[in-house]
């Protein structure tokens, strides 16, 4: 089968809703291919978007999930059993699931916001829409729940901006620190890379990430640190919640 590529619209506005896009293919697990989306196709600890697909006669196709095919350019819609079969060059408009997506972007975003105050190499991470989690190369006890809790809290009040910006692979090379993951590194080989910046001029963090992102702290909501585990020898997870920390 062809190579495609689809234009990552939600690369450029995390915020899009809605668009219109035309068919390039259909794979043969059923998978559709489109020239542009605006469904965030599942990396990075993102899950990918869902929603549907509306056609021209007004009928809907449910969208059940969004993944990458052989490239990361190659975006891949999962229709839900027992949809109709679109067919190459049908024009159709895409809707995303929005509540859910922002739940993401929300939780996305703050789990940038645990890295600023856990400075450790990151060994894992998995966003979802009440309960997300970030582990950490950390052998001693960091911060506990309170005092991580406190401190997120106050970057969310400042209402820092959140921007993206995009440098040459050399600047990167130049910053290794820029990158906070252990093991993953950014995709090489594009000539770019896409950073995510938080407080005026990234003061606040700086760091490569395909995901989508709320466009200001503030918007990210009361957060907590539910729970702080122990995952062998050397790391440590900790785990977001939405909403205030529990009494206990
Ligand atoms: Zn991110």
Known sequence: MMEFSTQA??????????????????????????????????????PGDVGYFERQDGSRIE??????????????????????????????????????????????????????????????????????????????????????????MELVRADHPVFIRQIGEDELAANPGLVKSKNVRPPQGAGSVRLVCIGDEGVVDSQPCGGTHVASTAEIGEIHIGKIEKKGRENRRFRLRFGPLPVS
């Open 9 to 46: 619209l939600f690369r450029e506005d995390s915020y899009l809703r809605e668009a219109e896009a035309s068919v390039l293919a259909v794979n043969d697990q059923g998978g559709i291919i489109l020239d542009r989306t605006i469904f965030y196709a599942t990396s990075g600890g993102q």
């Open 63 to 152: 969208i059940a999930g969004t993944v990458t095919g052989r490239t990361k350019n190659e975006i891949i819609h999962l229709p839900a059993p027992g949809q109709a079969l679109v067919g190459p060059g049908e024009t159709l408009r895409l809707v995303i699931d929005w509540p859910r997506r922002h739940l993401l972007m929300r939780m996305h975003t703050a789990c940038h916001l645990l890295t600023v105050i856990c400075p450790y190499p990151i060994t894992g991470a998995s966003v979802s829409t009440d309960d997300s989690r970030v582990d950490f190369d950390l052998p001693e006890a960091g911060p506990g729940k309170e005092e991580a809790t406190e401190r997120l």
